[in-house]
């Protein structure tokens, strides 16, 4: 008889450690920004050892990689594709944020990292860009929207999230269909 799909201790462990690992690393971004902080620090302020991160991640960025990989794909689950009415799926994608606003504040924030920004814009980008024709001369539009996105979620955080995630949902979608708007009268 097979044994019951239990996680091993190992498992266990790997999950403990990549769990300290991301608050370590959400929290030195907060306090010294991305670019400054080392492995060494990460490891340090997570108290576990180097040989650990190295058995989970290449490097810092790796380490946000996964992290953000992680995030996307839940993401997309939370906007629930086109079964969800277009307003809900804003929604969805602010609720998303908000669950994850130490992790995008950090990122995002003043003592961020220009290269989470970029990445975050090329995936956002891309999703935006399954609405568009590929043919469509209007490839602008997803560029523009990706960078007012990742604004918006600044702005947001930043500002202790002053409204709920409805509202800005629908500021956001309000903005996003004026630019795609203006596209369509090029």
Do not use: C
């Not at 950090?106 to 399954?130: K, Q």
């Not at 568009?132 to 539009?141: M, Q």
Request: no cysteine; glycine share 6%.
């Amino acid at each position: 008889m097979s044994q019951p799909n239990v996680p091993s201790q190992d498992n266990v462990r790997v999950r403990r450690t990549r769990k300290l690992l991301r608050e370590a690393l959400v929290e030195l971004v907060e306090e010294r920004g991305f670019d400054r902080i080392t492995v060494g620090e990460i490891t340090s302020r997570a108290m576990v050892s180097r040989a650990a991160f190295y058995r989970n991640y290449r490097d810092k960025y790796h380490l946000v990689e996964q992290i953000f990989d992680e995030a996307m794909a839940e993401l997309r689950g939370t906007m629930g594709g086109d079964e969800r009415p277009s307003g809900e799926r804003w929604v969805g994608f602010f609720e998303h944020v908000g669950a994850y606003r130490r992790l995008y504040g950090a990122l995002l924030g003043r003592r961020g990292s220009p290269w989470f920004a970029d990445r975050m814009r090329a995936a956002l980008a891309a999703m935006t860009t399954e609405h568009f024709a590929d043919d469509d001369p209007r490839a602008l539009v997803p560029s523009v929207l990706s960078a007012m996105f990742v604004q918006t979620i600044t702005w947001w955080l930043e500002h202790g999230q002053a409204m709920p995630p409805r509202e800005i949902a629908g500021r956001s979608a309000r903005l996003a269909a004026a630019v795609i708007a203006e596209a369509d009268r090029a």
